[in-house]
């Protein structure tokens, strides 16, 4: 059999309708929509706070008709981040004044909100069983095949690894540094089977964990809240109890 490359667009996961939410995968234009028709939309420490007031005040949206709004909001998040790097820029070359610092906050504030808005909409959602129309693909998926996806949510993942072929500690085509499976471990410790896909998630994945990191909205600066480097992938597969942070060193 020749190698095959196959692609899943956005809206290959919007099909899945197993969710105990009952809510399925949004689209772009879904993602507001979606979020207040979620239990976390009524949980206070879900903070949305900056991305209302952004939308108030770019778009004149009030915040009672946050929840219908349906601008794709791959299209928002792009301008806010052109935004946040242009005012960084000018913290960084002593450009900024009084005003920039203040719309960095905003712009910074909306980009992280909306960022784990994104996980924590997919998080809810994917938690049901496996989807049958990914789990029937990966089945019919072999070592020569590449999978390309656009989608943050691990549902074509959680198939994959349902055929006990594929394995997040080399799957991925990267090399995580540690995986949390009910304890953190190093890759090599995992005994898997070899045999399924290359699997490359162009958009990242909302089980990709990395250090938390931001603008010094002072000098414009990246930095992380910890030691740890910012490329440093790390790989969560599952819990099935409480759990500390990475070696005790990463608040939650």
């Known amino acids: 059999m020749r190698p095959r490359v196959i692609v899943l667009g956005a809206g290959a996961s919007s099909s899945y309708e197993d969710s105990p939410t009952g809510v399925r995968p949004p689209l772009a234009k879904e993602i507001f929509s979606a979020f207040h ?18 939308t108030r005040d770019t778009r004149g949206i009030d915040s009672i008709d946050f929840g ?7 299209l928002l998040l792009t301008e806010i981040d ?40 997919f998080n809810e959602i994917q938690n049901g069983p496996v989807s049958i129309p990914y789990a029937i693909l990966a089945s019919e998926l072999t070592s020569e ?21 594929w394995f997040p500690n080399d799957g991925y085509c990267i090399k995580p540094e540690y995986i949390f499976n009910d304890g953190w471990w190093e890759p090599p410790k995992f005994d898997y089977l070899k045999g399924g896909p290359k699997y490359i998630k162009l958009h990242g994945s909302t089980n990709w ?18 030691a740890y480097a910012m490329d440093k992938l790390y790989v969560f597969l599952k819990a099935t109890h409480p759990y500390e942070t990475y070696l005790n060193e990463q608040c939650a």
């Open 37 to 54: 028709s979620l239990s976390i939309s009524r949980n206070r420490f879900v903070l949305i706070g900056y991305i209302i007031n952004y």
């Open 145 to 165: 095949d590449t999978l390309i996806t656009f989608n943050w949510d691990a549902l074509m993942d959680r198939a994959l690894l349902s055929t006990n072929r």
């Open 82 to 121: 052109e935004k946040v790097q242009l005012l960084a820029q000018q913290q960084k070359t002593g450009k900024g004044n009084a005003e920039t610092f203040s719309d960095l906050v905003k712009v910074q504030g909306a980009y992280n909100q909306l960022i784990f808005m994104f996980t924590s909409i």
């Open 68 to 74: 219908a709004w349906d601008e794709d909001v791959e």
């Open 209 to 226: 964990l990395m250090p938390y990191h931001g603008i010094n909205l002072t000098t414009g600066e990246l930095f992380t809240f910890n």
